[in-house]
């Protein structure tokens, strides 16, 4: 049986302000571009408003093809920072430390959006700050990552400096055939068809003060933002969705690890999900088959590597498992897509 399609997904038009200037910048009218994505225009006048995001993924899909530019939502993301993602923005603008700013990113991006998150993972020495996206069915997803990536670029510059740069950048998908630009703006070279879309930095620069930040003012945004969290109604199932999204990433994925992240048992994580219609095991099956099509659309890797990095024994185990959600095997589906 094929995963579940999860429950709607929407984002600020903060984080995609850009796109009509972008548009302009390419010579494409916005008007006509934004009729045939069948989103109002008008939309993108205030910051806070919302827009699906699945809405979006076609919008930036439609930009793609009428601008012919294959880095769009490169160009889109470049233009992003802290000030694109509202009170959240002020509130990782302000935080003590690096690493207190990065946590609050991530705990509080969903007050931004909904059907993506930014993950924060410390292996040894390094640090890998990604995004992950967990609403399925959605387009242009490379384009959406690399904007994405290229955001949290800009935040870390404002946390850090200007001057700061990342060790490395990494891409799942595959290598465009111009790099130029991801090399200008990112100051290194970055790697494509690898395992994550993250950018990698030194460990120590998480215990770093943020230039500029205003204790006082943490305080008071800290308030704001927990209000403004209790009234989210981010449901249990999508709380647990959106950390399988991550744990898929790391290798964390049985009930009791991810339990422990929200603070409980493994038979209460079970009885809870029961309560909103599904279970752990649906959420982690839509979790993997939405990686799983990911990985085979935007990646050269084989049957064995995707199912290593789903958490699988072997290929064919893997295998099985994609046709009973999809009616067809991986290379069926790989074909198709393309």
């Not at 993301?77 to 959240?88: C, E, I, M, W």
């Not at 870390?156 to 001057?163: E, F, S």
């Not at 465009?176 to 703006?185: C, I, L, M």
Request: with cysteine; aromatic share 8%; hydrophobic share 40%.
């Amino acid at each position: 049986m094929r995963p579940g399609k999860g429950v709607g997904a929407s984002v600020r038009v903060g984080g995609a302000a850009a796109i009509p200037e972008v548009l302009r910048s390419l010579g494409a009218d916005p008007a006509k571009v934004f009729t045939e994505a069948k989103v109002s225009l008008d939309l993108f006048d205030d910051p806070e408003n919302l827009i699906g995001y699945a809405d979006r993924s076609r919008l930036i899909a439609i930009c793609v093809a009428r601008t012919g530019c294959r880095h769009f939502g490169f160009l889109v993301g470049k233009a992003g920072g802290l000030h694109s993602l509202g009170l959240v923005g002020y509130l990782v603008r302000h935080s003590p430390n690096v690493g207190t700013a990065l946590r609050n990113l991530v705990r509080y991006m969903h007050l931004h959006v909904r059907g993506a998150l930014p993950t924060l993972t410390v292996e040894g020495k390094q640090v890998f700050l990604g995004y992950a996206i967990y609403q399925p069915g959605v387009d242009a997803v490379y384009q959406t990552t690399e904007g994405a990536i290229a955001v949290a670029c800009n935040i870390m510059r404002a946390l850090c400096g200007p001057d700061w740069n990342p060790a490395e950048v990494r891409f799942v998908h595959r290598k465009p055939a111009d790099v130029e630009p991801y090399r200008r703006f990112f100051r290194t070279r970055p790697r494509f068809n690898a395992d994550r879309n993250a950018m990698v930095f030194p460990a120590d620069w998480l215990t770093r003060p943020v230039l500029n930040a205003d204790r006082q003012l943490h305080g008071l945004l800290q308030k704001q933002v927990d209000t403004l969290d209790a009234s989210s109604g981010l449901d249990f199932a999508e709380q647990v969705r959106r950390i399988l999204r991550t744990a898929l990433l790391t290798g964390h994925t049985k009930a009791d690890q991810v339990g422990m992240l929200l603070g409980v048992h493994s038979r209460t994580l079970n009885r809870r999900l029961h309560a909103c219609g599904t279970s752990f095991q649906e959420l982690l099956d839509e979790g993997r088959y939405t990686i799983a099509r990911q990985m085979l659309e935007s990646t050269k890797g084989g049957v064995n590597e995707i199912a290593a990095a789903l958490g699988y024994a072997d290929g064919s185990s893997f295998t099985r498992a994609f046709r009973r959600w999809s009616g067809t095997t991986p290379a069926g589906w790989r074909k198709t897509a393309r």
